[in-house]
């Protein structure tokens, strides 16, 4: 291939101007018209120019302008033979780019991933809840047993009915993993657990106004719903592809939602041998962010069925709750004192109004006492939902 021709001037003497337009003219050439793809060849061919007017049509092979270089754009005469590895547009050797395939880093297999169903043991600590439920000077102001009309006979430290930790086993779900590589893979994962606690007493209530009071027996329910999603990696610090695998589970990041539930339930029967249960429950809710870690293990029977299991530590809380829905029971407040009563003694502190629960309230409790004949209930806190304990889990895995 010739190389590029460099035009005189008619005097027979060369400038700068020209080289200028020479060596323009050039790499214009050969990044317009010389770029190959992928695997192919592309050869650098010799541009033509249009002789521009007080230039000659004469080539030379070397400048004779005093300090100044011409660049060799030659290529070898050798036009066959092993393409170069590498990438270059003025090399002797065959211009060339590498295949996709030679990068370090390829795409990712996207094919390896597997849906998997769960069952397992969850035992969520609900400290805060569950310290409350056993000691009846402590009291949730939203709950309805608390709500209950008050009287001498039915003080505020007997409508805090003392209730046994709630407690649940079962915990129900399913799994979605994708293997990035031999060691790492995503998982994301969705949990349900559900705990109760339930009590039983005798109540004093007012059926009407008019009427004496009448002992019932009341039957008071606490329940905690819990729905985790979860996101984290697995390192398989051991690894035989389709055979077994054990690994570490670590947390990204989760978010945890609690369904708290409170009723209490009075089976009344009246004078005239009528009986009715009356139902008065509080409803509220709550969200949270929670994490995990822990380590598992799976075996195949198939390539695309394993077991599996796992022990987690949750850690996490949902600080606050919010009232959904709230049903009042209906029962009717105690009859008035009569009018030649005694007044109230001075001493005694005079009680803070309990307030209905409206949607958007938040989950508060107090400590509560009773001073002579007035309930008195100390400063609110809020309710939070302790999320931390153990959770073991047992997962069919269905692989594709």
Do not use: C
């Not at 002789?51 to 004779?64: A, C, H, I, M, N």
């Not at 169903?117 to 709950?143: K, M, V």
């Not at 409206?358 to 809020?382: L, S």
Request: glycine content about 8%; cysteine-free; proline content about 10%.
């Amino acid at each position: 291939m010739a190389p590029p021709k460099i035009y005189l001037r008619s005097d027979g003497k060369t400038t700068s101007v020209n080289y200028f337009f020479v060596i323009i003219g050039s790499l214009i050439a050969v990044t317009t018209f010389n770029q190959p793809a992928f695997g192919q060849f592309a050869p650098l061919p010799s541009p033509e120019y249009p002789l521009l007017p007080g230039f000659s049509s004469t080539p030379v092979e070397e400048s004779t302008g005093p300090g100044i270089g011409l660049p060799d754009f030659s290529l070898s005469a050798a036009d066959s033979g092993t393409a170069s590895p590498e990438f270059s547009t003025t090399s002797s050797e065959k211009t060339t780019l590498p295949l996709l395939e030679a990068f370090p880093l390829k795409p990712l297999d996207w094919e390896n991933w597997s849906v998997g169903l769960l069952i397992g043991i969850y035992h969520p600590s609900l400290n805060t809840l569950n310290h409350i439920l056993a000691d009846n000077r402590i009291g949730i102001l939203q709950d309805p047993n608390f709500l209950l009309p008050g009287n001498p006979d039915f003080n505020v430290t007997q409508r805090n009915i003392a209730a046994p930790d709630i407690f649940g086993l079962g915990e129900y779900g399913f799994e979605l993993h994708l293997d990035l590589n031999p060691k790492y893979s995503f998982t994301l994962a969705f949990s349900s657990w559900a705990g109760e606690s339930r009590a039983e007493d005798s109540a004093s209530i007012f059926t009407r106004s008019n009427q004496p009071s009448s002992i019932v027996p009341r039957d008071a329910r606490y329940n905690v719903l819990i729905n985790q999603l979860w996101s984290g990696l697995r390192y398989h610090f051991y690894n035989e592809p389709g055979k077994k695998k054990f690994y570490v589970n670590l947390g990204l990041i989760g978010g945890s939602a609690a369904y708290l539930t409170m009723d209490s339930l009075e089976r009344v029967i009246t004078n005239n041998n009528l009986s009715f249960d009356s139902v008065s429950v509080t409803e509220a809710s709550g969200y949270g962010f929670t994490t995990r870690f822990g380590a598992g293990g799976e075996y195949y029977f198939a390539r695309w069925l394993s077991i599996g299991a796992n022990v987690n530590y949750v850690v996490g809380k949902i600080a606050t709750l919010k009232v959904s829905r709230f049903f009042a029971s209906g029962f009717a407040n105690p009859p008035p004192p009569p009018p030649d009563s005694s007044p109230p003694d001075p001493s005694i502190p005079i009680p803070k109004p309990v307030n209905t629960p409206v949607p958007g309230d938040t989950i508060t409790y107090a400590p509560m006492k009773t001073v002579g004949a007035a309930d008195y209930v100390g400063d609110p806190q809020d309710l939070s939902i302790d999320l931390d304990g153990f959770d073991i889990t047992f997962y069919i895995q269905f692989h594709f």
